[in-house]
């Protein structure tokens, strides 16, 4: 899948990630990875999750994981979920 970010295309895609990782911005080659294995609630939180590192990479890591924590919570009591 494709997402514009910043006026740039970014690919997102599923796979499984090594070790306790639970994804991973490149901005080299711009892409987000998402392990496949989370629940929908943790794909959630990971995905906010790496798209605020996409749009923001100069922002703290604890700034990025509380701010992504928040919103996945908030979209999660208007149940959001993936289709």
């Given at each position: ?28 080659n711009?892409?987000?990875?998402l ?23 100069d922002?703290?890591e ?11 919570n ?10």
């Amino acid at each position: 899948m494709y997402a514009k970010l910043r006026d740039r295309r970014w690919t997102i895609r599923w796979s499984r990630l090594r070790g306790s990782v639970h994804g991973w911005c490149c901005w080299a080659n711009r892409v987000i990875t998402l392990d496949e294995r989370e629940t929908e609630r943790e794909r959630l939180d990971t995905a906010i999750h790496e798209v605020l590192h996409a749009c923001l990479p100069d922002v703290s890591e604890d700034a990025i994981d509380a701010t992504a924590t928040g919103l996945a919570n908030v979209l999660w009591k208007l149940n959001w979920r993936q289709a």
